[in-house]
């Protein structure tokens, strides 16, 4: 194994509250490359259907024996979620260091995703003193009632490679605050960040069996998530096809998904903006993750009037840019996640390009099948290129020009997507006005935030359902119980 790290003493699926290596199905195995180079970082031993339903068991068992042990008490879950937090502190830099050596995203980058994934398991640690039991102060039928904040059942958890740790920390702490043992899958580019943090869970002694991991054969590890009857709650961040998959697999067992899919993001800059904060804020938005984030601007619309100082400003930004690998303390933008990915990149910027469209910073797509991808910057972009069609998931800024707000409300609500868009005005009432008509889940007024741990943050329309951060991110995985009662003496058992 190439990569060496303290916290990856073990690299297999967990099961049951130990690492296990082989029961019986693993037919391949999977090989972890470091983007910026292709070396090989890791071979690890996959998993299948059999080690999935020994995990699923594991879950449930623990389930069982949680409702009579004081490890489902909310000061325990509470105390679990502070002490993995702390873990993610206590672990920042080589944590940090394992994504960006499978990912590719720059280290600083990589620090503030293990920072932003403790976040969640603190706000959950918050949102736990919230799930104690709600007596009714009104006594219908004379009765009195009372409400249960209940663990839904076993959880499936697959997550994406783009934020290997934060997209697992949205779930997991979720999860882990409402009492519900999970089953992790990690994407199979990025299983390493997820085995270094199961080697911490371990370390904190969880109850066997309340957290599991397996990774290997996707779709019969999402299969077996999806028909075993003990898991309730599939809780998948990826893309719109698999999302569709899964949402058709659990159907017949009546599961509750919560489902974070691709986006299409609209970055709206009016006439009244303003220009730097507008064009800072984009470079944040656009170059995290060198764009393949699901909140990234994707479809930049900026109004006539302020369309050459913007492009100005954003282009001087892109100019400084740093392209290298995610360890070399220079980089700024760090590599594609693999070659098909810089195909893809490639493929819409040279069809925009055959369409009209003018590079301002970078190359046309011809050139640009290397996984260390320029930053680009077309002008010039229409409505009906494939560019503005599909999520780009890359370091390409792909700039329209629009007049009038109910024209860039049409062309930003025309996309399939409603995860995240932006809007940028001087003028309160009008950015409020284009944001409520906006069909988005997530909308920045000057500013080009992605989500917080502290807010519900999830998709409209094929961006999928479900929300995650917050209050609203633990009920997810919270089942509602109302038991009325019979006040008085009731029979003596
Ligand atoms: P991307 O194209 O960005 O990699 P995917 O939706 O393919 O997005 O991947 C997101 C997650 O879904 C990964 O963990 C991946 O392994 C997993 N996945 C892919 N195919 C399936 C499937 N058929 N069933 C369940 N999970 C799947």
Redesign the pocket.
């Known amino acids: 194994m190439a990569i060496s790290s303290p916290l990856l003493r073990h690299v297999s699926a967990y099961v049951d509250g130990a690492f296990v290596v082989d029961v019986g199905d693993a037919a391949d195995s999977v090989v972890v490359r470091n983007p910026a180079d292709d070396d090989v970082l890791a071979t690890l031993p996959a998993s299948g259907a059999a080690t999935t339903t020994l995990a699923i068991e594991a879950a449930a068992k623990a389930l069982a024996s949680s409702s009579s042990s004081s490890s489902s008490s909310l000061s325990a879950r509470k105390a679990t979620l502070l002490a993995i937090a702390k873990a993610h502190d206590d672990h920042v830099d080589e944590l940090a260091r394992i994504i960006t050596l499978e990912n590719g995203k720059p280290f600083a980058e990589a620090k503030g995703e293990v920072v932003y994934a403790a976040g969640f398991y603190r706000v959950a640690a918050d949102v736990v003193d919230g799930l104690a039991p709600r007596l009714l102060e009104a006594r219908p039928k004379g009765l009195s009632w009372t409400v249960y904040a209940r663990p839904a059942g076993v959880v499936g958890v ?5 934020f290997p740790l934060a997209m697992l920390a949205k779930k997991l702490s979720g999860a882990i605050a409402a009492g519900a043992p999970v089953v992790v ?5 990025t299983p390493l960040s997820t085995l270094a943090l199961f080697h911490l869970l371990h370390e904190l002694g969880l109850p066997k069996g309340s957290v599991n991991l397996v ?1 290997g054969d ?2 019969a ?3 077996t ?1 999806c028909e075993h009857p003990d898991v309730r709650v599939i809780s ?4 719109t ?3 569709k ?2 949402a058709a ?1 659990a159907a017949p067992h009546l599961k509750r998904l919560s489902l974070e899919l691709g986006g299409n993001a609209p970055f709206i800059v009016c006439d009244d903006a303003d220009v730097a904060l507008a064009a800072d804020e984009l470079m944040a938005s656009k170059f995290r993750c060198s764009g393949q984030t699901c909140v990234s601007a994707n479809r930049v619309y900026v109004a006539r009037a302020v369309h050459d100082a913007f492009v100005d400003a954003v282009g001087t930004r892109m100019r400084l840019l740093q392209l290298g690998p995610g360890l070399a303390p220079e980089t700024t933008l760090g590599p594609l996640i693999d070659d098909q990915a810089a195909q893809k990149v490639s493929r819409l910027v040279a069809d925009a390009v055959d369409g009209g469209a003018v590079v301002v910073v970078g190359h046309g797509g011809a050139d640009g099948v290397a996984r260390m991808y320029a930053p680009t910057l077309l002008t010039g972009v229409r409505d009906d290129m494939a560019i503005v069609h599909e999520e780009i ?1 890359g370091p390409v800024v792909a700039v329209s020009v629009f007049d009038g707000d109910h024209d860039v409300v049409a062309r930003a609500n025309a996309s399939a997507a409603g995860l995240a868009a932006y809007v940028f005005s001087a003028d309160a009432a009008r950015a409020d006005a284009i944001a409520g008509a906006l069909r988005f889940g997530h909308v920045g007024i000057n500013t080009g935030t992605g989500p917080t741990p502290e807010a519900p943050f999830g998709g409209m329309k094929a961006s999928g359902y479900g929300r995650e951060g917050g209050h609203e991110g633990v009920m997810e995985f919270v089942e509602l119980q109302t038991i009325p009662q019979r006040p008085g003496p009731g029979p003596n058992l």
């Open positions: 697959i997550t994406p490679w783009n899958k990690p994407a199979e580019k990774f996707a779709a590890i999402g299969q998530l998948f961040t990826g893309s096809r698999v999302g998959l899964l697999q998931f």
